[in-house]
T-cell receptor, first 118, second 117 residues
Framework: SQTIHQWPATLVQPVGSPLSLECTVE??????LYWYRQAAGRGLQLLFY??????ISSEVPQNLSASRPQDRQFILSSKKLLLSDSGFYLC?????FGQGNSGANVLTFGAGSRLTVL | GNSVTQMEGPVTLSEEAFLTINCTYT??????LFWYVQYPGEGLQLLLK?????DKGSNKGFEATYRKETTSFHLEKGSVQVSDSAVYFC????????????????FGRGTSLIVHP
């Protein structure tokens, strides 16, 4: 079966400290992977996406970076955290259902990593 | 560009009440439409989808019909339960790839639903 794992689930970090959030998918190969952030009471903000190893597209300039060292691993990092980096970080991978015009691209999300920067 | 507009929340209902969460969209071409649900402290889950005009997606008692003429995909449930309390996201996905080669869905801001016993 296809699954997606995120860790750590919860993290409390001081301002200026580094960050590493990891996302791993199983049961699929060459997935399209995404990192989203959800700030308190707000919607989803796409941060990065990747179509393959070493291929990262950034959606917004920020204090964060992403890497994809392996096909099924997607890492979100920061060298120095800011207070504004606090939020709920979600990893997702894309599945295509159906064929042609009746098909659809669906995202499957991990359980999320809650980051609090103090 | 694509956009999704959802009604502002929170929506507060009593158990067994009828639910409607409005969603309208702007897109070029013929997008697929989705509703995702996020229970407290969890990631998003796909609730239902529709891939073409007049399709009705349904799951767990929830329904939404793809209305091309009104560019809408309103979520409905006839009788809500306390366990339906969550944040609901309307989304669309078209067939266009970004320059990086991936499909990027467009999400609404989410509507919080609170159901009281």
């Amino acid at each position: 079966s296809q699954t997606i794992h995120q860790w750590p689930a919860t993290l409390v970090q001081p301002v200026g400290s580094p960050l590493s959030l990891e996302c791993t998918v199983e049961g699929t190969s060459n997935p399209n992977l995404y990192w989203y952030r959800q700030a308190a009471g707000r919607g989803l903000q796409l941060l990065f996406y990747s179509v393959g190893i070493g291929q990262i597209s950034s959606e917004v300039p920020q204090n964060l970076s992403a890497s994809r060292p392996q096909d099924r691993q997607f890492i979100l990092s920061s060298k120095k955290l800011l207070l504004s980096d606090s939020g709920f970080y979600l990893c997702a991978w894309r599945t295509h259902f159906g064929q042609g015009n009746s098909g659809a691209n669906v995202l499957t999300f991990g359980a999320g990593s809650r980051l609090t920067v103090l | 560009g694509n956009s999704v507009t959802q009604m502002e929340g929170p929506v507060t209902l009593s158990e067994e009440a009828f639910l409607t969460i409005n969603c309208t969209y702007t897109a070029t071409g013929y997008p697929s439409l989705f509703w995702y649900v996020q229970y407290p402290g969890e990631g998003l889950q796909l609730l239902l989808k529709a891939t073409k005009a007049d399709d009705k997606g349904s799951n767990k008692g929830f329904e939404a019909t793809y209305r091309k003429e009104t560019t809408s995909f309103h979520l409905e449930k006839g009788s809500v339960q306390v366990s339906d309390s969550a944040v609901y996201f309307c989304a669309l996905s078209d067939t266009a790839r970004r320059s990086g080669g991936s499909y990027i869905p467009t999400f609404g801001r989410g509507t919080s639903l609170i159901v009281h016993p």
